[in-house]
């Protein structure tokens, strides 16, 4: 059984930082790794979006525009084949939202929601003013 689970949301002022992380569970991985892992957000009232994805299979890595140059994906030994870390940085009010993790095998866009079948429950981020 594939789980999904995200932590590290939480409270923060505008300018701060936080740190997500997303551990899946129950993918067999294999020597291609032909999967990738995707964070997305919804606000209140308003469409899922993605935030960034990453696809290990090329090392491929999806930033929305209105994040860029404040989010990262950090590639460095805190990643395993299971886990996918977001760095949320220079934060403000309107990152406020519920954060998913998603993952799946061989994603036909890992850059779209719709290529994922594993959700994780959510984590809150509120961004205060």
């Known amino acids: 059984e594939i789980h999904v689970a995200e932590t590290g949301g939480g409270l923060v002022q505008a300018g701060g930082s936080l740190r997500l992380s997303c551990v899946v569970t129950g993918f067999t991985f294999d020597e291609f790794d032909d999967y990738a892992i995707g964070w997305f957000r919804q606000a209140p009232g308003k469409e899922r979006e993605g935030v960034s994805c990453?696809?290990?299979?090329?090392?491929?890595?999806?930033?929305a525009d209105s994040v860029k140059g404040r989010f990262t994906i950090p590639l460095d030994n805190e990643h395993t084949k299971n886990t996918a870390i977001l760095q949320m940085n220079d934060l403000k009010p309107e990152d406020t939202a519920v954060y998913y993790c998603?993952?799946?095998?061989?994603?036909?866009?890992?850059?779209?929601?719709?290529?994922?079948?594993?959700w994780g429950q959510g984590t809150q981020v509120t961004v205060s003013s």
């Open positions: 998603a993952a799946d095998e061989r994603p036909y866009e890992y850059y779209s929601g719709s290529s994922y079948d594993y």
């Open positions: 990453i696809y290990r299979g090329d090392g491929s890595i999806y930033y």
